[in-house]
C-alpha cells in the first residue's frame, strides 16, 4: 500500500438482499477471505441486485475493490467516528429525499 | 405479509403486473399511471470497519451470568411474531392525511428504516468478522432484531406508495472506521434512546388515543422493548471493563457522545412541526421527557448524566436549533457567509452544551434492568 496512490483488486463475492417481511437487509461477502479495511471502497459489479417484495435474491458477483491509500486510510481512522449519529433513528441522512419515479421505473 | 388478495406495484416486477395492481386498477394510459407514480427512496447506509482483534479481545467472564441469561432471553425471540400486521392495523387514509404531515411522517419512516437498516448493516460485519463467540452471537442475533424492524417500516412504506430501493451495493461506497469503545458508547446510547423515544410517544397515544393517527404506533412497545435488550447487552459489554467508563478521557467521551446525541435529536425532531402537532406532542415536552428517562437508564452504566434542568442547557438547545434553521436556509439558497456564521453559531452551541457541567454518579454494581417505562 502506497503512502498516497490507490490500489485495485477484484474478489468474488456473494451478494443477498432480502426484501421480505421479516427482514430487509442487504450483505456483501467476500468469498476469497478478502478483509476490507478502513477507508477501501467496494463496488459490486453490474446491474443492481433487485429483490422483488417477498423474495430473497442470493447472486455470486464480482466486486472491484479500491483499496484507500496510507495516508487515506489513516484519515478515515481519525474521523469516521463522527458518522456514527447514523445509528440514531432521528439521525441527518440525505436518504429522505424521495425521487418521483412512475410506475414503470419503481419496479425495475 | 399479506395474501394474494390485495396486489400493490410495489411488489410487481414487471410493468404489466404493476399496471394490473390493486393500487393502479382503472388506469389504462401512461398519464394516469404517473399520477398515481410510485416514489422510489434509495436506503444507502454506511459501511463500517472496527478494530477486530481489539473487539475479539473483550472478556464478558466477569458479568457472565447476566450475559449468559441475557443472551438466552433474546435466542428465545419473545418478539418473533409480534411484527406481522393483525386486525390491529386499521385502514390508513394516505390519500386524505395532509400533505405536510404525510411528508413528515413519511421522512420519520424513512428516518427510522435507515437507521434499523443501517444497524444490521453494522452488526452483521461484526458478526463475520469476529472471532469471539460471545460478540458474534450478540451481533447476529441484534442484526436479526433490526431486519425485522426494517422490514415492518418497509411495509408501512410500502402502503404509502413509496418503494425502498435496496439496489446500493453495485453502487461505490467507502467503509469508514469506528473506533470499538465508540461502537459501544454510540450503539448503546442510540438503543437507550430509541427505546425512551418510542415508549414515551407509545404511553402518550395510550392516553390520547385520537391522536394515533398511524397503526404502526400500537408496535412501539414491544418494538422498543428490542432495543432496550441491545442497549442492555452494551451495558454488559462495557460492565466487564472499567476503562470504558472510568477513565478520564473515556468520560469526556461520554458526555461528547451524549451531547452530540440529545442535541441532535432536539434539532431534528423540531424539523418534524406538523408530525409532532399531529401526535399532540410539545416537541420540547418530548425531548425532557426522552432525555430523562434516558438519563435515568443510563446511569445503570455512565458515570454521568448530563445536566438537563440546568437553564443553560435548555438555552443552548434553542441556539443550536435556530442556528440549524439558518444553515438550512443558507444552503439551500447558495447564502455563504450566512452558511459560515450559523455555522460557528452551531459550534459554540454545542460547546456550550458540552461545557456545562455534568450530573456525576456512581454505577451500581449490578448492571441489568427491565424495561420500566
Redesign the interface.
Known sequence: MGLLTREFETAPCE?E?????????????FLNGA????????????????????EVVREQRTARI?RASKLEQLW??MT??F?????????????????????????A | ?KDTAYT????????E???AADN?QGIVD?EG??A??????????????TDFDEMDSLDVSSVREDWDKLIAQMKSDPNKGH??KNEDWDHVDWDGMEPKLKAEF??FL?????????????Y?EMK??GNNDDIVTLFQLM??DE??H??????AL?EAG??????????????????PK??YY??YL?EK??YA?YITIYRHLEANPEHRFHPIFKWFREWCNDEFSHGEAFALLMKSDPKFTETWVNKLWIKF?LT??YS??YV??HQRPVFHAALGVDPDWYAHEVFTKTSEITKQIFPITLDIENPRWQRGLEAMQRANVDLADAKANGKFFKRIGASIRAGAAFIGLFTTPANKHTAPASVRLEPAY
Open positions: 451478494v438482499v432480502s426484501h421480505c417481511f421479516d427482514s430487509l437487509h442487504a450483505h456483501v461477502k478483509t476490507i479495511n478502513p477507508g477501501d471502497e467496494v463496488q459490486v459489479q453490474g446491474p443492481p441486485v433487485m429483490a422483488p417484495y417477498g479500491t478515515t481512522r469516521g467516528d458518522e456514527f449519529m447514523e445509528l440514531c433513528e432521528f439521525s441527518f441522512s440525505d436518504e429522505v429525499e424521495i425521487t418521483e419515479e412512475t410506475a414503470l421505473g419503481a419496479v | 405479509m400493490h406495484s410495489a411488489d410487481a416486477s414487471t410493468v403486473e404493476a399496471l393502479h401512461s399511471a404517473t398515481l407514480a410510485m416514489q422510489n427512496t434509495l436506503l444507502t447506509p454506511r459501511f463500517y470497519t411484527f406481522k413519511i421522512d424513512v428516518s427510522s428504516c435507515t437507521a434499523e437498516f443501517s444497524g444490521c448493516v453494522l452483521k463475520r468478522r442484526a436479526r431486519a425485522r426494517a422490514g415492518f417500516i418497509n411495509d410500502r413509496i418503494a425502498v430501493n435496496l439496489g446500493f451495493l453495485t453502487q461505490k461506497k467507502k467503509y469508514t472506521y469506528f473506533r465508540f461502537i454510540a450503539t442510540s434512546i430509541g423515544r457522545f452530540a446525541v441532535t435529536m431534528r425532531d
